[in-house]
């Protein structure tokens, strides 16, 4: 009996051991702009394999929202793989005004570095901006850089985050069709990537149509083709089918689901190339899908270009999946897909649907400067506006002896006057707040950091964008059809389950570095997800 109860004590051990086994290989797969209502909406359409497989065979998450404002590209990749938001890492926004400079800079520009795998200047890139580690980064300093990391995506900034300060990331040249990287990186590209690109598929994808995948009178989740809410393409109509051979044009290729294509194309590539998840130490490959962003800009959210999208992304997720369990093994690998941000409607279409909306287009550089004039004299009392932000003339202001906070709560009480602004706080207020504050102003804070920030910083009414465009939409609010996202989770150790609990986006990264026992991100502000370790 004793010997049958020890026996029994070992099998249980190796049983548990044998689940608690590290996996190969991580994968981040991120849809830019992809709102959680499309698992929905799309859903009955997908196939088997794909998103479904995610959601029926791994763990979803239904109630996942960036804590942040504003949701944009760059931060919010930045946010996904540090853990944080731009008050810790930096990353306020695809651009933000640099107050030392007196100009806009990109988030991921750099111009102390050089491109490699191209003659242009797409290149000139690097992480430096991001102030904090990454998942990536904890990854490869747990094991003395042993690991590996890859980032690939169409933009660089959705490269360039994920893979971290000691990754390597690669992304594709709108001027050539190319895969680059930049010398932040490497001298010159690995022999994989240079015959990725001597493949020249860019060149093959620019000689297809894109048409509709099905009947296109099947596609009922979406408004009419011909639609006075989409932009023009080229001049043209947007409407189907778009010939891209007439074009020589590589930079329409990220706006067609083409781009998708090359992407997973790029993807599968860097795993072999990189014998990703066959080493003795996990892996990291992250693949940032943007076409779908591309095309939800310029078509919306109601268009069939869109719902054609993400039925093709739907195959293209299970060739990953398919490619994952062929060359790392289905039990060797987790995954786990979300998005940098999801999107608005078109205002002008819940306009003509009797629906409140609206385009800011008041210019606030002018209007307030035109009143600081007028109560403190003639100046350039206002240096930028950009990202719902308010960057004032700090030396003007003081060398007038005027309190900084006197000046920021004008603004911020001026500006309520138009139609369309809802909120608005002098920085000192924002920067007074606990991190976890709640509502608008939680937002805010979170998204605000003191160095790169403005003075004044405001949000709009729900439905209302900073544009004058009455076509397209586009995304940043600090509302939930901007915040709320897919996580979906799959692969070793996953136990298929859905949970509705409320979930920030800066918790994927804490747990991930629990489920590998490696240290947290230096800035890290998420928590662990509990109910992936309930088991």
Known sequence: ???????????????????????????????????????????????????????????????????????????????????????VHGVTGNYWFSKSLGSMIYCAGDNTEQTVGSASDKGKMSPR??????????????????????????????????????????????????????????????????????????????????????????????????????GKIEGKEAVFPYDLSSHRDYSLLPGTPFGNDILLDMALAALEGEQLGKGDYTDFLSVSFSSTDYIGHDFGPNS??????????????????????????????????????????????????????????????????AALSQRYGDGEWVRNVSNMQIFLNRELIFNKGIKLHEVQEFAAHYILQYDGLLESYPAYVINWLDYAAGGIKGL?????????????LYSLEPAWLDSKRSTGTT?????????????????????????????EITDIVPTLCLMLEIKLPNGVTGQPIEELFKN
Request: hydrophobic share 35%; proline share 4%.
């Open 129 to 230: 901006n991001m102030l904090t580690t990454t998942f990536a980064d904890e990854l490869l300093l747990s094991n003395q850089k042993r690991s590996k990391s890859v980032g690939v995506s169409i933009k660089d900034r959705g490269a360039i985050f994920p893979a971290g300060h000691l990754g390597q990331a690669y992304w594709y040249d709108h001027t050539n069709g190319k895969f680059i990287t930049s010398t932040y990186y490497a001298d010159k590209l690995p022999q994989w990537v240079e015959k990725f690109n001597q493949r020249k598929l860019a060149d093959t994808y620019l000689k297809r149509k894109w048409e509709p995948l099905y009947d296109i009178d099947t596609y009922t989740a979406s408004g009419p083709d011909k639609s006075p809410y989409e």
């Open 1 to 87: 009996m004793k010997t049958f109860l020890i026996a029994i004590f070992l099998l249980a051990y190796a049983l548990c051991y044998g689940q608690q086994q590290k996996p190969r290989l991580v994968v981040g797969v991120v849809v830019d702009q992809m709102a959680q209502e499309y698992l929905y909406r799309f859903g009955s359409r997908f196939g088997d394999d794909g998103f479904k497989k995610l959601m029926n065979d791994g763990f979803q998450l239904r109630n996942v929202h960036y804590n942040y404002v504003p949701t944009y590209t760059g931060p919010g990749h930045a946010s996904i793989f540090t853990g944080t938001t731009p008050a």
């Open 444 to 456: 805010l804070a979170r998204g605000y950091n003191q160095k790169r920030s403005g003075d004044v």
């Open 475 to 503: 995304h940043g609010s600090a509302f939930t059809y901007d915040t709320h996202v897919p996580l979906l989770w799959y692969g070793a150790n996953i136990t298929p389950g859905v949970s509705v609990s409320y979930t």
């Open 304 to 369: 069939v270009e869109l719902e054609d999208t993400y039925l093709r992304l739907d195959k293209n997720i299970a060739s990953l999946i398919r490619a994952l369990d062929m060359q790392v093994g289905k039990d060797n690998y987790i995954l786990f897909l979300t998005s940098d941000h999801a999107v608005a409607e078109v205002p002008q279409f819940l306009i003509d649907s009797k629906v409140p909306a609206g385009y800011f287009s008041i210019d606030l550089k002018h209007e307030i400067t």
